[in-house]
């Protein structure tokens, strides 16, 4: 039995935040819009300006969502490697190493010859299910291939570090480098640089004469002969989400990074069906997902990935309409799930058009449900925001300020 008096969402639309675009009469995307949903919410709840992880920093989405479900990305967050191996579906666990990997050619005397194998774009997956899975010195090591030439090796086992040296020598023509502790003294770190020698090795034999290599080889390409690790990183352990507030907790997400996060803090993931992770996705499907989520765990995270793509391809009308059709998400949803609780809206960074990438400005955030203050806000976009009775707020203070309205916070003192 649940103790929250109301549910909660936290509704992220990816890259959201924009600035003011020429072709869109100096409005922002958001602001030329037309959201009468949001607009609504925005007047009848309160709003505000946050920034993801700290003012100005420019946040993947990976920091800013651990920052917005109140881990602190700067201590969660060592090393690339494990976000790596989640971004593409691989379990994470708290305590493996992680490390991002490329499909590479090498001569026989172990020389790069192309550190991306002719940039490969098939037979990853059967070259990397010839290693997967594998044991060395009770490590187990997991293997999977992601987009073209690049995969992920995750160490699961005792004793082992982060703290080891790259067996990619980042440049063609070298000698593979033997990975080796970064401290010689450190003896997980020996240990897990010779872990990773040992899978380097294997993945050379059992590539080489492999179908997929033979193939290659007749078509006079490169063959992906072996697996060059790189960026070593440790998984930290974490406490569960549902556990530190004493809540269930599922997450709507579109893309395998936010997916790979969710689990990560132990969150349940669900999927809408129709969903793509593209600008063509169905927020419709997601809306009915959403409401599903929200009769069955307490609090629902959703990211909805489209705004952010259109931001990166610089397409500010595609974005407008693409926020349009967010409205409508927000919409269906208040009529599938007729229930009070907490929704709170918002971005996990700024995608500005003119920028075509992640910037540091703030997002806009809105914060609808019962028994608010409320505030003189009568849009939802940057500028009506700026003006909100929640100020200016960081990503981490997102989820206190829900699982208080919720009523699942322990007081802080007498
Ligand atoms: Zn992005």
New binding site residues.
């Given amino acids: 039995m649940s103790k929250a008096r109301y549910k909660a969402l936290l509704l992220i639309a ?2 959201m935040g924009d600035r003011p675009v020429p072709e869109l009469d100096s409005k922002t995307p958001l602001e030329y819009a037309s959201t009468p949903t949001l607009d609504r919410l925005a007047r009848e709840g309160e709003c505000g300006l946050m920034d993801p992880i700290a003012p100005g920093i420019r946040a993947g ?1 990976d920091t800013a969502h651990l920052a917005i479900l109140g881990y602190d990305p700067y201590k969660v967050y060592q090393g690339r490697g494990p976000f790596e191996a989640l971004g593409i579906g691989m379990e994470v666990r708290g305590g493996d190493i992680a490390l991002r990997c490329n499909f590479s050619t090498v001569d026989e005397s172990l020389r790069v010859v192309d550190r991306r194998a002719g940039r490969i774009t098939e037979g990853t997956r059967a070259l990397a299910e010839a290693v997967n899975g594998i044991e060395i010195e009770g490590v187990q090591c997991y293997f999977k291939e992601s987009v073209a030439h690049r995969g992920a090796l995750v160490l699961r086992g005792e004793n082992l570090s982060p703290h080891i040296s790259d067996v990619d020598p980042h440049a063609e023509g070298e000698p593979i480098h033997e990975s080796h502790a970064l401290d010689p003294n450190d003896p997980n770190a020996i240990r897990t640089a010779r872990v990773v020698n040992a899978f380097v090795k294997l993945s050379y034999e059992r590539f080489k004469d492999h179908p997929v290599n033979q193939e290659r080889r007749a078509q006079g390409l490169p063959p992906a002969n072996i697996i060059l690790p790189r960026g070593a990183g440790i998984a930290p352990v974490l406490q569960p989400f549902p556990e530190r507030h004493g809540v269930s907790a599922v997450a709507v997400v579109e893309t395998g990074l936010i997916r790979g996060i969710a689990r990560f803090v132990g969150m349940d993931t669900m999927d809408a069906p129709r969903a793509t992770g593209g600008v063509d996705t169905d927020m419709l499907s997601i809306a009915e997902t959403l409401a599903e989520a929200l009769r069955r765990y307490d609090f629902v995270l959703c990211n909805v990935k489209a705004p ?1 793509l259109c931001g ?1 391809d610089g397409n500010a009308r595609l974005k407008a309409q693409v926020i349009e059709r967010f409205d409508t998400l927000v919409a269906r949803l208040l009529e599938l799930y007729a229930e009070p609780f907490y929704l709170m809206v918002t971005a996990d960074h700024s ?1 500005p058009c003119s920028v075509r990438d ?1 910037s540091g400005d703030p997002v806009p955030l809105l914060l609808y449900g019962p028994d608010l203050r409320g505030d003189e806000v009568l849009k939802y976009h940057e500028y009506a925001c700026a003006r909100g009775g929640m100020g200016r707020l960081r990503g981490g203070d997102l989820v206190p300020i829900l699982t208080q309205l919720m009523g699942v916070q322990e007081k802080f003192g007498a």
């Fill in positions: 990816d890259g989405s952010d990166h995608t992640h």
